[in-house]
């Protein structure tokens, strides 16, 4: 339906979650939009709203089919955040390239296979989908990645943010692979393709809803366009009439406008049955993009002893503890989320708001490591972000919270290693 936003001055802002400002609307819609070939350099002030300037170019020029394919190279502090604002704002969802894994899904063969090593210990093997959706023209709805992580452990299959593969790092070389890797990821094959297959079903329903509204709101404009054209068409075929009985020789005029009302009446039939098609919501089979072994770290080689990995999960254990003890004494609701790949390890309730904390523990003391996707999540969320150290986690723990530790810390990416270090937190703490 690309006729809507001709009868729709700010279409996009029709269908998309965004307050506008009176210069973004005049940048846009009168200065940009405009133009034949849309090549324009967006500058302004910090914190005027460049982002949702170009998000509703980019939603504008889909609506009208100008665009297929969208690219955005942004600096690396700032990927997470322009990913959040084009969902939330406009939803349109980016995948973010860097990692190996996912650098090797824009290859051709299918599905790219891997094995990493994870440094927090996780057993297990984590399957990466492409959701898609598309309409009743065949056109694509949305298009997203799944990712599910199977437990080797416990058997269980739980929704991971993709994002997880930045804690991950490649498996050695000299490293052998056990006999049993095969016969879990079959195990876990069939499970993780029913999961998607319901996660789709839920991606379906939220599709289905946000469709319905556009068309909704194109079927407005639709209807009010078609019935003015109409009405002038009759307007004019009625004087016509009334000019050829008062005697004028109007035959060619009648027939040109008669010919030109049933085109109209024609195509507004047309328009109406492809937004039908076009209101319809269809699941394709979900594509396995990537499949990736999981191995803990520690116990990667056979040097390694048992009893430092039990070690460093009694620590970790402890850590949390102490973490969550805290937040319940501060008259908090704390929530263990170190499973869910999220970047934090508790969210956690007050009247204040929500703290999303990372737990970092030590026996004793030492240097604090966060990885890639921490840092991310501590960039993006700023003050509700805090960082909780806990030393001497197994005898006296003494706790220090950090507070927006991507602000009041510095990081220095460890070369070779997905890893980023941070200086100087006990003076923060």
């Not at 990667?300 to 969550?324: F, I, S, T």
């Amino acid at each position: 339906m690309r006729l809507a936003y001709a009868f729709d001055p700010h279409y996009a802002v029709s269908v998309t979650q965004v307050d506008l400002l009176p210069h973004q609307v005049d940048a846009v819609y009168r200065h940009i939009l405009p133009w034949p070939r849309i090549r324009f350099l967006l500058a302004d002030d910090p914190g005027l709203g460049k982002t949702i300037m170009a998000g509703l170019v980019l939603k504008e020029l889909k609506a009208r089919g100008v665009l297929r394919r969208t690219l955005l190279v942004v600096p690396a502090h700032l990927q997470d955040q322009w990913q959040r604002e084009m969902a939330d704002w406009f939803r349109e969802d980016f995948v973010a390239p860097g990692h190996p894994l996912l650098d090797h899904t824009l290859q051709k063969d299918r599905p790219v296979r891997a094995v990493l090593a994870d440094e927090k210990g996780r057993d297990g093997s984590l399957w990466i989908y492409r959701a898609r959706l598309q309409d009743g023209r065949g056109k694509p709805v949305l298009e997203r990645l799944i990712a599910l992580f199977g437990d080797r452990n416990s058997g269980e299959i739980r929704e991971v943010d993709p994002r997880m593969i930045w804690e991950l790092e490649a498996l050695p070389e000299d490293v052998a692979l056990s006999d049993n890797v095969s016969s879990a990821l079959q195990a876990a094959s069939q499970e993780t393709k029913q999961r998607a297959l319901e996660r789709l079903g839920d991606l379906q329903t939220e599709a289905q809803g946000r469709r319905q509204r556009e068309c909704a709101i194109k079927e407005r404009w639709l209807e009010a366009s078609y019935k003015q054209l109409i009405s002038e068409s009759d307007t004019k075929l009625a004087d016509y009439l009334r000019r050829r009985d008062a005697g004028e020789e109007m035959g060619a005029a009648i027939r040109q406008e008669q010919e030109n009302l049933k085109a109209l009446l024609k195509e507004h039939h047309e328009r109406l049955d492809e937004l039908k098609k076009e209101r319809e919501v269809l699941v394709l089979e979900p594509e396995l993009e990537a499949v990736a072994v999981i191995l803990p770290k520690a116990p990667l080689r056979p040097e390694a002893p048992a009893e430092d990995e039990e070690a460093k999960r009694r620590v970790e254990e402890a850590g949390m503890q102490a973490a969550m003890a805290y937040e319940r004494q501060q008259g908090r609701e704390p929530k263990d989320m170190s499973k869910e790949f999220l970047g934090y390890d508790i969210d956690s309730h007050g009247t204040e708001g929500t703290r999303y904390i990372e737990v970092k523990a030590f026996a004793t003391t030492g240097p604090l490591e966060l990885t890639p996707h921490e840092w991310q999540m501590a960039q993006r969320l700023q003050d509700a972000y805090w960082l909780y150290v806990v030393e001497d986690a197994l005898g006296q723990p003494r706790l220090h919270p950090i507070p927006n530790p991507a602000v009041r810390l510095q990081a220095q990416p460890v070369t070779a290693i997905v890893k980023i270090v941070v200086g100087g937190w006990k003076e923060e703490a």
